[in-house]
């Protein structure tokens, strides 16, 4: 069974950074597609990025491109999602989750393991 660890939220003034990350156990980490997801109050849960098992393909929602990067490190098992030009709009509970098949989608309902979620509050 796969387990997914997500670190690094916390609060931060608009215009600011952060990264999160997210730690696998169990499963063929290196074969997955990872992703990230937010989801505000009140609101659905959204795509935020994608990258795929060997880190060679990208996408990004159009809300946070140029401004958001994930990456992933097959070694450490580890994804990162590095958030710059933080803005209020960002703030939500951030999830990583891993596809299986490998498939970069932009789907959360593709996605077969999902972590806890870790808060980003940006302030005004």
């Known amino acids: 069974q796969v387990q997914l660890v997500e670190y690094g939220g916390g609060s931060v003034q608009a215009g600011g950074s952060l990264r999160l990350s997210c730690t696998a156990s169990?499963?063929?980490?290196?074969?997955?597609?990872m992703g990230w997801f937010r989801q505000a109050p009140g609101k659905e849960r959204e795509f935020v990025a994608t990258i795929n098992a060997n880190g060679g393909f990208t996408s990004y929602a159009d809300s946070v491109k140029g401004r958001f990067t994930i990456s992933r490190d097959n070694a450490k098992m580890t994804s990162s999602l590095h958030m710059n030009s933080l803005k209020p709009e960002d703030t939500a509970l951030y999830y990583c989750?891993?596809?299986?098949?490998?498939?970069?989608?932009?789907?959360?309902?593709?996605?077969?393991?999902w972590g806890q979620g870790t808060q980003v509050t940006v302030s005004s």
């Open positions: 989750a891993a596809e299986a098949n490998g498939l970069p989608t932009t789907s959360s309902r593709m996605y077969d393991y």
């Open positions: 169990g499963g063929t980490f290196s074969q997955y597609a």
